[in-house]
């Protein structure tokens, strides 16, 4: 049981570049979301999945996109990389009908 | 729209000293959480609070959920330098589905004990 993974840990991407963050959990959980993290922002939704094959924006969607093939695999995808998309993310996934949320380790991203 | 305020964002204690950390959420809620963050780390979950009147405590740290009032407090209890990281209060909303299940987070407190 791994918990939720994320990949890369580190990233530098330049600007216009596009990238997926990878994110993926094996305890059967439906609910995944991705944050950003800002110094000083906390933690910002970007976009939740309830389920395999529904996505939902969440504050800050702009320059994002998700899918949800599968309930294991949630990936975020950076089109085309801007310096303001440097920051810290983090993969969360939780069990539909209970309270406990599960945070990956956070993909810290440079976007020079 | 559930916004969530924490204060201080910045707090500077000494060892030994008693404090107390804010978190107040603009909408009904019935799930409150607090998270611990060390530099460059993910969250540890601390507590999670699930009721009206709802106190748990672990070691040095004691929260409390006064969902009346929209407003939960972390207490700190003689304040050790292990102590020091960002503290972060989240809640969600009333029901587990959709929208509703996403956390919101506070600004985070950045908690510094020094001897």
């Known amino acids: ?112 | 729209e559930l916004k969530v305020e924490q204060n201080p964002l910045f707090l500077s204690m000494q060892e030994g000293k008693n404090y107390t950390i804010y978190c107040n959420y603009s909408t009904t809620s019935d799930r409150l959480y607090w998270y611990r963050q060390d530099p460059g780390k993910s969250l540890e979950s601390l507590f999670v609070l699930l009721s009206n009147g709802a106190v748990k405590q672990e070691g040095r740290l004691m929260a409390s959920l006064d969902t009346k009032a929209r407003l939960s407090t972390l207490h700190i209890t003689a304040a050790v330098h292990d102590l020091s990281a960002t503290y972060f209060c989240a809640v969600a909303g009333l029901n587990y589905g959709g929208s509703q299940g996403n956390l919101i987070f506070g600004k985070g407190t950045k908690l510094s004990v020094k001897p």
Request: glycine share 10%; hydrophobic share 30%.
């Open chain 1, 1 to 112: 049981n791994a918990g939720v993974t994320q990949t890369p840990k580190f990233q530098v991407l330049k600007t216009g570049q596009s990238m997926t963050l990878q994110c993926a959990q094996d305890m059967n959980h439906e609910y995944m979301s991705w944050y950003r993290q800002d110094p000083g922002m906390g933690l910002r939704l970007i976009h939740y999945s309830v389920g395999a094959g529904i996505t939902d924006q969440g504050e800050v969607p702009n320059g994002y996109n998700v899918s949800r093939s599968t309930t294991e695999d949630f990936p975020l995808r950076l089109l085309s990389a801007a310096p303001s998309q440097t920051s810290v993310y983090f993969c969360a996934s939780r069990l539909q009908d209970s309270y406990g949320y599960t945070f990956g380790s956070g993909t810290r991203l440079t976007v020079v």
